[in-house]
C-alpha cells in the first residue's frame, strides 16, 4: 500500500503558542458563553457583537508566533513531498501559525481568522490587514455593508469535509497533535484511520477521549515533543 500521511492537530499545538482560547478566562468574553458568540443565532441577533470579538481575536494573531511544533510538522511535511508522498494537515485551529512556520497541502476545518465571507454573494477573501478596530468590512464584489468571520460556528458543518475523506481513504500513517478527542466530526479520524489499518500516533498532555491502546502516544507538549517525534516518525519511513 502506498503510504500516504494525515496530520490532525487542535488547540494544544495553538496553546504552546499563547493562541487564547474559549476554554481560558474561565470560559467567559464579555460575560458571554462561548455558544452564546460563536453561533449564526448570535450574528443574526446581535453581529456587532460577534464582530467586536473576533475582531479582538484576529488582532491577538499579531502577538503569537509559531512554536516548534509548528515547525517540526512543516519539515515533516517538507520531507514527505521530497520522498513523493503525500502528507496533508488537517487542523481544527483558525489561527494561521501552520502557514507562517511554512505549512502546505492544509485543510483548516473549522475556518480561519484571517478570512472574511460574504453572506449574500459568498465572495471569499483574505483579510489580514483590517485587524482593529470594530467597523464592519464591506463585500468588495457586491458591496453588501458587513463580511463574516469565516469561521464554522457551533452547529455550522465544517469545511474540506470531502477532501477530509479522500486523504483518510488513502491514510496509512495518521498522526494526531494537541487534540482532545471529544470535538467530531474531527475526533473521529484517529478512529477512522485505525480502522482502516493506519498507523497511527498521538501527542497531547494527557491522553485524548479517542486514544486507544494500538495508537503510539508521546505524552507533552507539542512544542517539546514533536522536533524529536517527527525525527522518529521519518527515520521509520525512511526520508
Ligand atoms: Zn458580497
Redesign the pocket.
Known sequence: MKTQIVILTGAGISADSGVATFRDHGGLWEGHRPEEVATPQAWAADPAMVWRFYQMRRASLKDVEPNPGHFAIAELQRRAKTAGVPCTLVTQNVDDLHERAGSTDLLHMHGELVKLR??????HETNDHDLEGDRWIP??????EK?RPDIVWFGEIPFHLDRIEEVMAGCTQFLSVGTSGVVYPAAGLLHLARSRGAETWVNSLDPPENMDARDRFFPGRGAEVLPGLVEEFCSELGF
Do not use: N
Open positions: 460574504c453572506e449574500r454573494c459568498d465572495h463585500c468588495r464584489s457586491c458591496g453588501y463580511l
